[in-house]
């Protein structure tokens, strides 16, 4: 199985940003989407972006909660993923995960769909 590994977590405050990256073992993942997604404490884990290659055109896909304010960009000969969060507030506070998945085409990206994820890595943003 293809393992990916998240990193850039941490504690900042409210209103800087940060940006978090995945790794993927060599181009493994390539023909995959990539996803990001996130699970507070007593929430339930939820989307925040995506970034696919349809038609060898790249596009990336941001929840709600998030659009505006995170960017996501992948950089496929260095196997890397990076999540650019700015303005970060409380309510991003939570363990962000890098997952990928094969492309649905019309679907909103699910957990559930995903072939590989990582181990995750948290993301608390103070007051």
């Known amino acids: 199985q293809v393992q990916l590994v998240e990193s850039g977590g941490g504690l900042v405050q409210a209103g800087t940003s940060l940006t978090l990256s995945c790794a993927a073992p060599?181009?493994?993942?390539?023909?995959?989407?990539m996803n990001w997604f996130r699970q507070a404490p007593g929430k339930e884990r939820e989307f925040v972006a995506a970034?696919?290659?349809?038609?060898?055109?790249?596009?990336?896909y941001y929840g709600n909660p998030v659009k505006g304010r995170f960017f996501l960009s992948r950089d496929y000969a260095k196997n890397m993923v990076y999540l650019q969060m700015n303005s970060l507030k409380p309510g991003d506070t939570a363990t962000y995960y890098c997952?990928?998945?094969?492309?649905?085409?019309?679907?909103?990206?699910?957990?559930?769909?995903?072939?590989?994820w990582g181990k995750g890595t948290l993301v608390t943003v103070s007051s």
């Open positions: 970034i696919f290659r349809d038609a060898g055109v790249a596009d990336a």
């Open positions: 997952a990928a998945g094969k492309l649905v085409r019309g679907s909103l990206p699910a957990w559930e769909n995903m072939d590989y």
């Open positions: 060599g181009d493994s993942v390539n023909n995959y989407a």
